[in-house]
């Protein structure tokens, strides 16, 4: 039984953790919607926020796999012995419900970034499109004015 409580301390102290790094997140979700909302957006700081992120999401990957192993081992002994347990239960009820709200603030916040990020996107497709246009127009007209050149002398010369 012994076990079973340094396990379910274990356990708070994940979701602890958990907690923070969801936090960590949420910050670089925060950071990159700052560099969104930028006139002209940082692409090498949000390629890095992107990459300090990933690292986050690999911790709490990690945090979560080892609160499963660690619920696996003592779920049965928490259902057999409730009352035994009742306050860390709560302690960790408390920790998940804060974890769930974080979740969706993380949720909203991703949300709005793609949406910024897929207006981001379409406005240089367009930046890029105008761009080819113009200078496909430009090589058209040249070619034309150079074309031009050759058939004006062309008939100068077969006039003489």
Known sequence: MDNNSTYIQVMIQSLNRKKEVLEKIIECT???ELVLREEEVDLDRFGDL??????WIEQLNLLDTGFEKLFERVKEEIQIHRDQYQVEIKQMQGLIKELTDLGVVLQTSELRNKARFEQYSANKKKEIRAFKMNNAGASRYYQNMANQHQGQSYFLDKKK
């Open 30 to 32: 925060q950071d990159q």
């Open 50 to 55: 992107i990459d300090e992120k990933q690292k």
